[in-house]
């Protein structure tokens, strides 16, 4: 079922988005929705797809119009001529009971769509479950992608640029981190700082099981209360967890030179990018950092098989982006996060011309 623009409007979310779908099937524990934000000629959107135990479908379908357009920007800074899209899903009493069964229906549902929405896994889907719904529906994509260890690389890239114009040396070793999140990408960039010879490292998780797991992988690391991640005296704080760590409150109580991280969302709005850059702390756009894992798939949907060398080539494309707009935020004094959107809203603009 469509959504009326008009029962969007008034949402702060909602940037005139393209098509918004309700998906439901009842039986099986089927409810949420899939947002595309814009369209590039007959370029498809791409998006993921999430299933979350959302508290309304409002809250559903704001999330996804938020990821929908971060999508769309975090293609146009990687390089890449596909438009955003987000399927945000609720977590439902009949959601683990007919888990399969519901899939399936939602497979189905995007199939409907007509190759408009390509799609594959975010937080709450598994690789399980894109292999069900890759038996219902062509356009799915992910399988056999280690999309959050290209992400990873990204962000290990993108902090070494940073560090590079904070301290004049990307020395890895000559700093320290606080990482929010072990999960797919928050975990292989801990490795990739250990690898560098980073030694004092602070983590959390809000899964015990995964942060002690990690230390025992690596026992001098420190362990770290999730409320208090944020607060430690260090160099660089990378989030990789959910949304919205960073907001005026979270902020005052940052002691760090650098954030950068691979979670979606990492402001609670754009006026914070402008706290963070009032108090000197340099952040890295997490719709420009994170899109190593975007780009991996899109590798894999362009030539049937991803190809990592193929891939390290297009995560050039995330480093020249981000260091242009170091510059750039310097040039102007204006936060990094401003020039970034600037940026992508210049060639969103054209899009949405051309589609006129």
Request: with cysteine.
């Amino acid at each position: 079922m469509i959504v009326a623009k008009q029962d969007m409007a008034g949402l702060p979310e909602y940037d005139n988005h393209r098509l918004v779908v309700k998906v439901e099937d009842e039986s099986v524990g089927l409810k949420g929705f899939i947002a595309i934000h814009c369209a590039n000629g007959a370029y498809p959107a791409l998006g993921a797809t999430r299933l979350w135990n959302y508290h309304s479908e409002e809250e559903a379908l704001r999330d996804a119009l938020r990821l929908s357009k971060l999508m769309t920007y975090k293609s146009v800074l990687a390089g890449l001529p596909y438009t955003g899209a987000k399927a945000a899903l609720i977590f439902g009493p009949k959601t683990q009971l007919h888990r399969e069964a519901m899939f399936r229906a939602y497979a189905k549902k995007v199939n409907e769509l007509k190759g408009q929405f390509i799609t594959g896994t975010d937080v709450g889907v598994s690789n399980k479950d894109l292999d069900v719904m890759c038996e219902e529906s062509s356009y799915m994509i992910g399988g056999g992608v280690d999309s959050g260890y290209f992400t990873a690389m990204a962000v290990f890239d993108g902090i070494k640029r940073a560090l590079k114009v904070v301290y004049g040396t990307d020395d890895i070793s000559h700093h320290s981190f606080a990482i929010q999140g072990l999960g797919k990408t928050g975990y292989p960039l801990l490795k990739f700082l250990v690898k560098a010879g980073a030694e004092k490292i602070y983590v959390t998780d809000v899964n015990p099981r995964k942060a002690w797991f990690a230390k025992l992988r690596f026992p001098y690391i420190k362990l770290v209360n999730a409320v208090e991640i944020h607060c430690q005296p260090v160099d660089v704080f990378c989030p990789c967890a959910m949304s919205h760590s960073i907001n005026a409150d979270s902020v005052s109580q940052l002691q760090c030179k650098v954030v950068a991280g691979s979670a979606n969302n990492q402001l609670d709005r754009a006026e914070t990018g402008a706290l963070l850059f009032q108090k000197g702390i340099l952040y890295a756009p997490d719709f420009v950092l994170n899109a190593g894992g975007l780009i991996s798939v899109v590798d894999q949907y362009e030539n049937s098989k991803h190809s990592e060398a193929r891939v390290l080539e297009k995560l050039k494309k995330v480093g020249e982006s981000l260091s242009t707009i170091f510059e750039t935020s310097r040039r102007e004094n204006k936060a990094p996060n401003a020039v970034a959107t600037e940026i992508a809203d210049k060639v969103i603009a054209n899009y949405v011309q051309a589609d006129n």
